[in-house]
């Protein structure tokens, strides 16, 4: 019988060892996010009182931008180890402490939960102090990165969301309504996109398959992809949703019909016919209702507002844009490239009715030139 070394048998783990271990790793991690959020807390308290006394120093005592200078490199002497106390470090936390004057109004704030680099892209892009807390407090809750961030702002997100008329209030009870019209945007952004042309309801419905997350991005916090080209049959009849959603936090299903061209009364039909059927299809007893948005390339406002007040099913029309917006900057405003056709197009009529009858002028001379 071989003598095995006591160090080298497995012992027997009581029971309920794992499920502890687990609890306790689970503990562990908790405890370094919530450290690590305390830690930029107050890095942030730092950084905005910092700002705070340089913005006082300079209105109060009346010392100049050159400070700000001098106390970098004073600040980075004293502290060789740490790290952001370079100049544009500084005049960041000025501007901290311009955008956000009060401490005390300064640390309740979403922006206070903020890394430092999400702080720095909201005071580089964002001017107006309500729009800035509206960013800052949708990255906080749905942790958005910083890139996400700066897409969400460069895309105007926060005029974008909620925006697309609809007829959930009539539709669905009040507090179900306002819930579903802040899953629409108008318009929708999927500049993710490489092909750009709107030929094809299929190619592009393919495109936004091959870029599947940045399409869910596009849509919300929330959504989970449930099918493309969901085929059900009604009595005999095959019937295809385009794209099929589900919003994990309302609980509900959100049918999406994608058209290339502009607006049709008769789209909302289909759709409605699609939103009730998934409703009595799929929807649980514990789902919320179904509503539908429809993605169209351009709509007649007042069309669209008679064709939602006769709708059946909870709709909301949408437009979409597939022009990155760097893109969609450097095109002319359509109002004005309108105008500037109309004005090009009577001037060139104008010239024309004012000039000479040129064929008349070569039959003229055509006959007078054998006389020469």
């Known amino acids: 019988m071989l003598d095995v070394p ?7 783990l009581p029971q309920g060892y794992s499920e502890l271990l687990e609890a306790l790793k689970e503990r562990v991690r908790t405890s370094r996010v919530r450290a690590a959020r305390a830690a930029n807390t107050e890095l942030l308290r730092l950084y ?37 106390f370079s100049v544009r470090n500084l005049h960041y936390m000025r501007a901290l402490a311009t955008a956000w004057p009060e401490e005390a109004d300064f640390l309740p704030q979403p922006v206070a939960g903020l890394p430092w680099g999400h702080v720095r892209a909201l005071l580089d892009r964002l001017d107006e102090p309500a729009t800035r807390d509206w960013y800052a407090s949708r990255a906080l809750e749905h942790g958005w990165s910083r890139n996400v961030l700066e897409h969400h702002i460069a895309t105007r997100l926060h005029q974008r969301e909620g925006a697309a008329p609809s007829n959930f209030t009539t539709h669905l009870p009040p507090a179900d309504s306002d819930l579903a019209q802040q899953l629409t945007r108008d318009p929708y952004v999927f500049d993710h996109l490489d092909a750009t042309d709107r030929a094809s309801e299929k190619r592009l419905e393919q495109a936004l398959m091959d870029r599947l997350q940045a399409t869910l991005s596009a849509f919300g916090h929330g959504m989970a992809f449930v099918g493309r080209q969901v085929h059900f049959t009604v009595g005999g009849d095959e019937l295809v949703v385009d794209l099929l959603f589900f919003h994990v936090e309302q609980l509900r299903y959100v049918v999406v019909e994608l058209k290339i061209g502009r607006f049709e009364p008769g789209y909302l039909g289909q759709l409605g016919t699609y939103v009730a059927m998934v409703d009595d299809k799929l929807r649980r007893a514990q789902h919320s209702p179904t509503v539908g948005i429809l993605l169209v390339a351009g709509r007649n406002e007042t069309l669209v507002r008679y064709a939602l007040s006769s709708a059946a099913a909870p709709v909301a029309v949408a437009t979409y844009d597939t022009l990155p917006p760097e893109q969609r900057a450097g095109l002319p405003d359509p109002a004005l490239l309108s105008m500037e056709l109309t004005s090009e197009v009577s001037a060139v009529l104008t010239d024309a009715l004012d000039a000479p009858d040129e064929s008349a002028s070569h039959e003229n001379t055509s006959q007078q030139a054998p006389e020469q």
Do not use: N
């Open 6 to 12: 006591a160090r080298d048998i497995e012992p027997v």
């Open 48 to 84: 905005h009182s910092i700002g705070r006394d340089i913005v006082v120093r300079q209105q109060r005592d009346g010392w100049g931008a050159k400070i700000i200078d001098r106390l970098a490199e004073d600040l980075r002497a004293a502290f060789p180890d740490q790290r952001g």
